[in-house]
């Protein structure tokens, strides 16, 4: 019988026990509120301190999953380019519920950070992207108290990635192993019928029928595999005299259980046709993964605003303004000449420039192959009003113009937003010079074939110089070669630029650039003119405003 001590203690046991239990409860409670999370690394001036601040910043509230961890994972699974395809394929791997990006600009003196958040289950953005800003390179006041309000609350409202199931094909063990188990309980089956069958021929044959001998039982074996053999009498129990034994009811049983056997044959081809769709899955999921690394061999994380408008990334280009145009041409003659042609000594001239490149495969800036450099190049310029005048005063109306359509592959040095890019061209050209009228000097329509290099060099993320180079091959050059004229020629030419480029926002820049443009004259001395060579020369510039995209 308990006492009154003994019930007292029980209920302070009691009272104790139900108090862990509690706790052990809240704590798991606690526990599940909480999501795994990952921090990416964080692009842009002093992203690493930003991203320790905001690890640190989550931390308090969530499991904060290392980086390192991620990276591993992301390349095991060749899923390192940021796509919702790939983030969710990480995630669902390590169990994450919340992938946190972000990327750091510098305006003057403050930094812009634009952090994103998405779902680790569906691997999507979920919501706007975050934007604050800090007055020096850390989570200050404002930036915590803005990413605390909208990012952490986020965070708790994200959907918990490990629970159920997955729909990826791509990973599908428990399937196959189904399949594999639905075809080894048919096989459970055989075992069992065979020791069965096993134990009736041990067992001593009744009164009346003849026992089976070691042959009769291995040919029921071989019928037990599927085949099927009937027994014959043998020829020296036939000249002994004996009689065939009877079918006993042993025999009976033997045959019965030869029946689950024949089954298990069956089902065995049963669940081989059954794991076809299995193979069939394995081998799209193979498929699918060669696709991705294919994807992820081409593309990488999204860089952030300033490395995605750089020379070495920008996917347009695209530039209008005014431009001025002098032109002067010179002739030779041989030293025993009497006289020398009239050459040509223009004063500047405006007109008015488009140029626009572009690199096609660039514009969702996260290729990291080499086909998003390969671009082309549209240039268009023409003088406004010109008009040419001779020696005694009269005056000829003039056009000038020229236009270039040039293919452009660059290479940049880094992928930030001040790596120096090298650029090499090859355009076609053609570019005029007309005068109207009946004059000694004849007028040039070349069409060029121009391979060429180029530098871009950023000083800062706001000011770019750029240096440009070509090299001039005329396939004609118009008036000046006919027969009436100066004859057949051999004509070559270069042309070089000069320019810089300086950001007035990050998509908006101004550009101030000269050039110089020469072509030579060798006649071969078949016209009607004399003269033994001529230098046509061009001197520019032009003050411009484009747009990058």
């Given at each position: 019988m308990m006492n009154s001590r003994s019930i007292a203690s029980t209920s302070k046991l009691l009272a104790i026990v139900v108090a862990v239990c509690a706790a052990l409860g809240a704590s798991r409670v606690a526990e599940a509120g909480r999501k795994r999370v990952v921090v990416l690394d964080f692009d842009g001036?002093?992203?690493?301190?930003?991203?320790?601040?905001?690890?640190?910043?989550?931390?308090?509230?969530?499991?904060?999953?290392?980086?390192?961890?991620?990276?591993?994972?992301?390349?095991?699974?060749s899923a390192?380019?940021?796509?919702?395809?790939?983030?969710?394929?990480?995630?669902?791997?390590?169990?994450?519920?919340?992938?946190v990006e972000g990327q750091v600009e510098k305006r003057r003196e403050e930094y812009i950070l634009r952090i994103r958040l998405h779902g680790g289950k569906s691997g999507e953005l979920i919501g706007d992207a975050i934007t604050t800003k800090a007055q020096t390179a850390k989570l200050d006041g404002r930036a915590q108290r803005d990413l605390r309000d909208e990012l952490l609350g986020a965070i708790d409202n994200v959907e918990s990635n490990r629970l159920g199931g997955t729909d990826d094909e791509a990973d599908a063990p428990a399937t196959v192993a189904r399949s594999d188990d639905d075809a080894e309980r048919p096989g459970k089956k055989v075992k069992k019928a065979e020791a069965e069958a096993d134990d009736a021929d041990a067992r001593p044959a009744k009164k009346g029928f003849a026992r089976r001998g070691d042959d009769e039982r291995g040919a029921d074996r071989t019928e037990r595999r599927g085949k099927k053999t009937e027994r014959e009498p043998d020829d020296d129990d036939a000249t002994a005299g004996k009689k065939p034994a009877?079918?006993?009811?042993?025999?009976?049983?033997?045959?019965?259980?030869?029946?689950?056997?024949?089954?298990?044959?069956?089902?065995s081809d049963a669940a081989v046709d059954d794991d076809k769709p299995a193979r069939s899955k394995r081998v799209a999921a193979r498929d699918d993964t060669d696709a991705a690394e294919v994807d992820a061999a081409r593309t990488g994380p999204r860089p952030n605003q300033a490395v995605a408008l750089s020379p070495g990334e920008r996917a347009l280009e695209a530039v209008g303004g005014l431009s001025v145009t002098s032109r002067s041409m010179s002739f030779t003659v041989a030293t025993n000449a009497t006289t020398k042609p009239p050459g040509y000594a223009g004063?500047?001239?405006?007109?008015?420039?488009?140029?626009?490149?572009?690199?096609?495969?660039?514009?969702?800036?996260?290729?990291?192959?080499?086909?998003?450099?390969?671009?082309?190049?549209?240039?268009?310029?023409?003088?406004?009003?010109?008009?040419?005048?001779?020696?005694?005063?009269?005056?000829?109306?003039?056009?000038?113009?020229?236009?270039?359509?040039?293919?452009?592959?660059?290479h940049a040095f880094g992928r930030d937003a001040t790596a120096p890019v090298v650029i090499g061209s090859l355009g076609y050209g053609g570019q005029s010079?007309?005068?109207?009228?009946?004059?000694?000097?004849?007028?040039?329509?070349?069409?060029?074939?121009?391979?060429?290099?180029?530098?871009?060099?950023?000083?800062?993320?706001?000011?770019?110089?750029?240096?440009?180079?070509?090299?001039?091959?005329?396939?004609s050059t118009g008036q000046i070669q006919n027969a009436d004229r100066y004859g057949a020629a051999s004509v070559f030419g270069f042309e070089g630029a000069l320019g810089a480029d300086y950001l007035i926002t990050p998509n908006i820049f101004a550009r101030a650039m000269g050039r110089f443009e020469t072509l030579g004259f060798n006649f071969k001395g078949n016209g009607t003119l004399t003269a033994s060579g001529a230098r046509d020369s061009y001197f520019g510039g032009a003050l411009t405003v484009g747009y990058l995209y």
């Amino acid at each position: 019988m308990m006492n009154s001590r003994s019930i007292a203690s029980t209920s302070k046991l009691l009272a104790i026990v139900v108090a862990v239990c509690a706790a052990l409860g809240a704590s798991r409670v606690a526990e599940a509120g909480r999501k795994r999370v990952v921090v990416l690394d964080f692009d842009g001036p002093k992203g690493e301190k930003f991203h320790a601040d905001l690890v640190k910043l989550i931390k308090k509230t969530h499991t904060v999953v290392p980086t390192t961890k991620w990276n591993t994972a992301a390349e095991q699974l060749s899923a390192g380019a940021l796509s919702d395809k790939n983030i969710k394929k990480v995630a669902r791997k390590l169990k994450i519920d919340a992938v946190v990006e972000g990327q750091v600009e510098k305006r003057r003196e403050e930094y812009i950070l634009r952090i994103r958040l998405h779902g680790g289950k569906s691997g999507e953005l979920i919501g706007d992207a975050i934007t604050t800003k800090a007055q020096t390179a850390k989570l200050d006041g404002r930036a915590q108290r803005d990413l605390r309000d909208e990012l952490l609350g986020a965070i708790d409202n994200v959907e918990s990635n490990r629970l159920g199931g997955t729909d990826d094909e791509a990973d599908a063990p428990a399937t196959v192993a189904r399949s594999d188990d639905d075809a080894e309980r048919p096989g459970k089956k055989v075992k069992k019928a065979e020791a069965e069958a096993d134990d009736a021929d041990a067992r001593p044959a009744k009164k009346g029928f003849a026992r089976r001998g070691d042959d009769e039982r291995g040919a029921d074996r071989t019928e037990r595999r599927g085949k099927k053999t009937e027994r014959e009498p043998d020829d020296d129990d036939a000249t002994a005299g004996k009689k065939p034994a009877k079918k006993s009811a042993t025999d009976d049983a033997v045959l019965a259980s030869q029946k689950p056997a024949a089954k298990s044959d069956g089902d065995s081809d049963a669940a081989v046709d059954d794991d076809k769709p299995a193979r069939s899955k394995r081998v799209a999921a193979r498929d699918d993964t060669d696709a991705a690394e294919v994807d992820a061999a081409r593309t990488g994380p999204r860089p952030n605003q300033a490395v995605a408008l750089s020379p070495g990334e920008r996917a347009l280009e695209a530039v209008g303004g005014l431009s001025v145009t002098s032109r002067s041409m010179s002739f030779t003659v041989a030293t025993n000449a009497t006289t020398k042609p009239p050459g040509y000594a223009g004063t500047p001239v405006a007109g008015v420039m488009l140029d626009v490149i572009a690199y096609p495969l660039a514009f969702g800036h996260d290729r990291t192959d080499q086909l998003k450099n390969v671009g082309v190049e549209i240039l268009y310029d023409r003088v406004i009003s010109i008009n040419s005048k001779d020696a005694q005063g009269n005056t000829y109306p003039t056009t000038e113009s020229r236009y270039w359509l040039t293919a452009m592959f660059r290479h940049a040095f880094g992928r930030d937003a001040t790596a120096p890019v090298v650029i090499g061209s090859l355009g076609y050209g053609g570019q005029s010079f007309e005068i109207q009228g009946n004059i000694p000097l004849p007028s040039v329509t070349y069409a060029i074939v121009a391979p060429g290099a180029g530098l871009r060099y950023p000083a800062t993320e706001k000011l770019t110089f750029a240096v440009d180079t070509k090299v001039l091959f005329p396939l004609s050059t118009g008036q000046i070669q006919n027969a009436d004229r100066y004859g057949a020629a051999s004509v070559f030419g270069f042309e070089g630029a000069l320019g810089a480029d300086y950001l007035i926002t990050p998509n908006i820049f101004a550009r101030a650039m000269g050039r110089f443009e020469t072509l030579g004259f060798n006649f071969k001395g078949n016209g009607t003119l004399t003269a033994s060579g001529a230098r046509d020369s061009y001197f520019g510039g032009a003050l411009t405003v484009g747009y990058l995209y």
